[in-house]
């Protein structure tokens, strides 16, 4: 036989099966088993959309990779000086899911003010451990503010689980912040010299010193307003004085009136324009620009191809050209002053560790009264830098052929001949005395002696005087 129903004994003593007992209090229940219904009706549609619902954005730790710059040659400039292509930034980051989950996942770009295009393969992310990822992205300055915000990078991330295929963007965290500062800071030097120019410059020589008074005009074509400044720097061969910073605002042209002082004369080889040559760009005279406020960090020159910090503005060719006259002028019309060590100029001496080094010195015939040596205190020492024994050397007078020859010594680093020549003599500063106009100019001249310039130096040092082991 089957199964009987289950019955259940009423207050009355009579027995119903239980389908029928539920059947006569649902009719005496009618609102309460409607209400019941809808509940139940609901939590099934919770059920169903919990099940088929998007499983919402990963849950990503990113990172930096210490040592990795947040930005690779955002941009370069052109014959004229001008970028030549967009910014380009180029990171690297460590990214780890947060938990373990299914399905893969890939980081396949970056996303943030300006980006335009990545231009990297896809990076997939295992379920435990780290993986490196290296993404590069054009972007456009036009779209960049003129403060990126913080937290405005993110990694765009697609998540694939069977056939289901979702992309989200997650926070890049601290890494983000510092691509915000590369990208703020890139796009404010492009713009910089895109758009501003020196349009012209007027220079007065002064008499005796090395130095002029400029009247310069800035112009402006671009829609941002360009500061113009001049960064400290820790060996200025320039020094520029004004009222700075410059501002020039948007679609406009301001006149700036700037001293410029030489320290050393050596910079005006590189500043004299050639019509044939690279454009006069003004960082190389300690004058820098940047379009919108600077990110955090001390300011500092701007390198060939790189737009990590604030930027030469491009001189036009007249304005160029007058520089170069100007200083070329101011240094006497010199020119470069060559120094080179005699043949056979190195003696070294082991039990006073002395180092005799015969210099000769050549500057254009006719034209210095006296030159005197001294040594460069302002260049970097390490320890394997031979430092002078000596101040200053006695005024000399070049020949009729413009030459000088002098002995100077120094300390050598090491007790052996042979490591000594594997070490660098600490620089030296010549100091020119030329005939002007109004009395006498005083130059200085950065040179630097190369010990490998006495060919015979390492036979004469090491192969008959070998240390002892």
Request: hydrophobic share 40%.
């Amino acid at each position: 036989m089957g199964q009987q129903p289950r019955t259940e004994i009423l207050a009355g003593g009579r027995e119903e099966s239980l389908p029928a007992a539920v059947s006569l209090w649902l009719r005496g229940n009618r609102r309460l088993a409607a209400a019941l219904t809808v509940v139940a009706l609901v939590a099934a549609g919770l059920v169903v959309l919990r099940s088929t619902r998007d499983p919402g954005p990963p849950t990503l730790a990113v990172e930096g990779i210490a040592g990795s710059s947040p930005v690779a040659d955002p941009w370069q400039s052109g014959w004229d000086g001008r970028p030549r292509a967009p910014v380009m930034l180029s990171v690297t980051a460590s990214v780890r899911r947060q938990r373990p989950g299914p399905g893969l996942l890939t980081v396949s770009g970056i996303v943030g003010p300006g980006v335009v295009q990545t231009v990297s393969s896809p990076v997939a992310v295992p379920d435990v451990g780290t993986v490196t990822v290296p993404l590069r992205a054009d972007v456009d300055c036009s779209h960049v503010p003129l403060t990126v915000p913080a937290d405005g990078f993110g990694l765009q991330v697609t998540s694939r689980e069977g056939k289901r295929e979702h992309t989200d963007v997650v926070s890049a965290g601290d890494p983000g912040r510092g691509w915000a500062q590369a990208v703020q800071m890139a796009c404010a030097t492009w713009t910089a010299r895109r758009d501003l120019t020196v349009s012209t410059l007027r220079a007065r020589v002064h008499r005796t010193l090395p130095g002029a008074d400029l009247t310069v005009t800035f112009v402006n074509s671009g829609v941002r307003t360009v500061v113009v400044e001049t960064p400290e720097s820790p060996f200025p061969d320039v020094v520029l004085k004004g009222s700075f910073p410059i501002t020039v605002p948007p679609l406009s042209s301001v006149k700036a009136n700037i001293s410029l002082e030489l320290n050393r004369c050596d910079v005006v080889g590189s500043l004299v324009y050639s019509a044939i040559g690279s454009p006069t760009v003004s960082s190389r005279i300690n004058l820098v620009a940047l379009a919108g406020p600077a990110p955090d960090g001390e300011p500092s020159f701007d390198i060939p191809g790189d737009g990590t910090r604030p930027t030469g503005v491009v001189l036009a060719p007249a304005a160029g050209r007058a520089l170069g006259a100007a200083l070329t002028d101011a240094c006497g019309d010199l020119g470069p002053v060559a120094s080179q060590i005699a043949p056979g100029g190195i003696a070294y001496d082991a039990a006073t560790r002395d180092l005799s080094v015969t210099v000769r010195i050549g500057v254009v015939p006719g034209r210095v009264r006296t030159l005197s040596l001294q040594p460069n205190t302002a260049q970097p020492q390490n320890g394997l830098i031979a430092m002078p024994a000596w101040t200053t050397t006695r005024e000399l007078r070049p020949d009729a052929a413009g030459h000088a020859r002098l002995t100077v010594h120094y300390r050598a680093p090491s007790t052996g001949p042979c490591p000594t020549l594997g070490a660098t003599l600490l620089g030296a500063v010549a100091t020119l005395r030329v005939p002007a106009a109004g009395g006498e100019r005083v130059l200085r001249y950065s040179l630097f002696l190369d010990m490998a310039q006495d060919t015979d130096a390492v036979d004469r040092l090491c192969d008959h005087h070998e240390p002892a082991a």
